[in-house]
C-alpha cells in the first residue's frame, strides 16, 4: 500500500468514526425531543385553547385578533429570546347569517341541501336567487356549452376529487380550479350564480367552503358562488337527471369590508454561532370561520411553537436564530406570507431554512422539499435517524403557501408531510374540530418537525 492509499484509508476510518459517533449523538437527541413531545407536550393543551377557547379565526374578526394575542402571550411564557408582532393589512369578509337552500322539483316541492357561500363571495340578492341549472364537469365545459346554454342559469361545477390519487392534496389540485375560478369564468357566459361540489373524498352533509377569485370582472358583474356538500351535489345531480327543468335556490348576506390591520405573531431563539443565519418553523393562525380550525391550521400553530418549547425544554442551544413565525390570512389572501419575506428582505435577513406545517394533525410520514440536490442528499443520509419513529418520506416537493415567498438560491424550504387520507374530510368546513385531533399523532409530527430542525441547525445547508 501507497503511503496516500494508508493515508486515505485512515481518514476514512476515522471520519466514519466521526460519523458513527455523530449518529449516535444525534439518535440521542431525537429520542430525548420524541420523547418529552410524547410525555410532556404542549401542543394538544394549547391545540385544545385555541379551538375551543377561541375557534375559527377568520383574517380580520375579533377571533383572529384574540388569536394573535394569544399566540404571543403563550410565546412570551416560554422565556425565548425574542417575541413580536408584525404588521399586516388584511382583507376582511363575513359570512352573515347562516346560508340556506333547496331543490325545487315543482312549486311549492322543495327539498333542503347543505351549502355555504365561497370565501370572498358577494351575496345572492336579498330575497334569494332562484334559477334552474346546468351541471358542467370543469371550466372546460363552459366554452363548449356557450353563452347560450349558460347565460341566466347557475351554473353547478361537480366534478369530484380522483379517488384512486394514494396523495390526496394531488386530487384537490385536481378540482379546486372549479372552486377558485368558477364564479369568474361562469359569470364571462351570463350565469347568475355558481354553485360547486365541495372538495372533500368523502359522502357526507358538511359543505366545504375555500377562497375563490373574481380575477378582474367589475362589480357589477360579481355573481355569487357557494359550495354544496358531497351528498347535496350528488343529490341534485340524480334530481336533474330525471328532470333538467328543476330549480335552485340558495340564500347568503356575505360581504366584504375595507382591508384591517392583523399580525404575524413571531418569536425567536437567537443563534449562538450563526445568529444572523434564520431557521424559520412556521403555520397560519388564522382559519375558515365554520369550523375551529383545528387541522388548518391549528395544529401547525402549536407544532411550530412546540419546537421552540422542546428546543428549551431538552437544553439544545441553536447555531442558528430559530423563528417560530404564525403568519396570517394564509386563506384568503396570503398577506402574512407575504409580508414576513418582504420584511426578511428589505432587512437582509439570510433565511437558510423554512419549514411549514399544513396538511392537518395526522400521523407524520415524513416532508417534502424545495431545495437542491446536495441537500436532499443530506436529509437522505439522516434517514436511518427517523426509521424508529416511522418517518420514510423525504423528497422533493412542495413546501407551504406562507414559506414559499423566502425561497432563494441554496436555501431549503420544506413542508410536514403526514398521511393525509382524512384531511379532506375535516378542511374548511364545520367539523374540523379539536375531537378531530388525535394526541399522539399531533405530537408526534412536533416531534418530527423539531428533529428535522435541530439536524439542519447542527449540520447546516449544503
Ligand atoms: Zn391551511
Redesign the pocket.
Known amino acids: 500500500m501507497s503511503k496516500n492509499i494508508i493515508l486515505t484509508v485512515i481518514i476514512c476510518i476515522s471520519l466514519n468514526c466521526f460519523s458513527q459517533s455523530d449518529l449516535k449523538n444525534d439518535s440521542v437527541i431525537l429520542k430525548k425531543i420524541y420523547t418529552n413531545a410524547l410525555v410532556n407536550g404542549k401542543s394538544y393543551e394549547w391545540l385544545d385553547y385555541l379551538s375551543n377557547q377561541i375557534g375559527g379565526r377568520l383574517s380580520g374578526s375579533l377571533n383572529a385578533q384574540k388569536a394573535v394575542e394569544w399566540g404571543k402571550k403563550e410565546l412570551e411564557e416560554l422565556g425565548i429570546d425574542k417575541v413580536w408582532l408584525q404588521s399586516v393589512m388584511v382583507p376582511k369578509w363575513t359570512r352573515g347569517v347562516t346560508e340556506f337552500a333547496f331543490i325545487e322539483t315543482a312549486p311549492g316541492v322543495t327539498t333542503n341541501v347543505p351549502i355555504c357561500a365561497l370565501g370572498g363571495s358577494v351575496p345572492t340578492p336579498i330575497g334569494g336567487l332562484k334559477a334552474s341549472l346546468i351541471e358542467v364537469k370543469g371550466l372546460e365545459d363552459l366554452k363548449k356549452l356557450g353563452a347560450e346554454q349558460i347565460k341566466g342559469k347557475i351554473v353547478f361545477f361537480n366534478r369530484p376529487m380522483q379517488p384512486d390519487l394514494i396523495e390526496t392534496f394531488r386530487a384537490y389540485g385536481g378540482c379546486v380550479d372549479q372552486r377558485y375560478s368558477g364564479a369568474a369564468e361562469a359569470a364571462k357566459y351570463g350565469a347568475i350564480g355558481v354553485i360547486v361540489r365541495s372538495m372533500n373524498l368523502r359522502l357526507d352533509d358538511f359543505p366545504h367552503t375555500g377562497s375563490m377569485s373574481y380575477g378582474d370582472l367589475k362589480n357589477e358583474n360579481k355573481i355569487p358562488a357557494a359550495a354544496i356538500s358531497t351528498n347535496g351535489a350528488d343529490l341534485l345531480s340524480g334530481m336533474l337527471k330525471l328532470n333538467p327543468e328543476i330549480k335552485f335556490q340558495f340564500n347568503m348576506n356575505c360581504r366584504s369590508w375595507k382591508d384591517v390591520e392583523s399580525f404575524n405573531v413571531i418569536g425567536q431563539i437567537t443563534g449562538s454561532e450563526y445568529p444572523n443565519e434564520y431557521m424559520v418553523v412556521g403555520g397560519?393562525l388564522d382559519s375558515w370561520d365554520l369550523g375551529d380550525g383545528a387541522h388548518?391550521?391549528g395544529a401547525g400553530v402549536v407544532q411550530s411553537m412546540e419546537v421552540l418549547r422542546l428546543f428549551k425544554e431538552i437544553g439544545y442551544t441553536p447555531k442558528r436564530s430559530i423563528r417560530v413565525v404564525l403568519f396570517m390570512n394564509?386563506?384568503n389572501g396570503l398577506r402574512g406570507g407575504k409580508k414576513y419575506a418582504e420584511k426578511a428582505k428589505s432587512k437582509g435577513e439570510n433565511h437558510v431554512f423554512a419549514l411549514e406545517s399544513?396538511a392537518g394533525g395526522f400521523t407524520p410520514r415524513g416532508f417534502s422539499f424545495n431545495c437542491d440536490d446536495n441537500n436532499l442528499a443530506q436529509i437522505h443520509s439522516w434517514k436511518p435517524l427517523f426509521e424508529p419513529y416511522l418517518i420514510h418520506y423525504f423528497a422533493k416537493g412542495y413546501s407551504g403557501a406562507d414559506v414559499r415567498p423566502l425561497k432563494k438560491d441554496g436555501n431549503v424550504l420544506a413542508g410536514l408531510r403526514p398521511d393525509s387520507q382524512r384531511y379532506f374530510d375535516y378542511h374548511h368546513a364545520k367539523n374540523d374540530t379539536f375531537d378531530a385531533i388525535n394526541k399522539r399523532e399531533l405530537e408526534l409530527g412536533a416531534a418530527t418537525m423539531s428533529s428535522l430542525v435541530y439536524l439542519f441547525d447542527k449540520y447546516g445547508v449544503k
Open positions: 397560519h388548518d391550521d394564509e386563506e399544513d
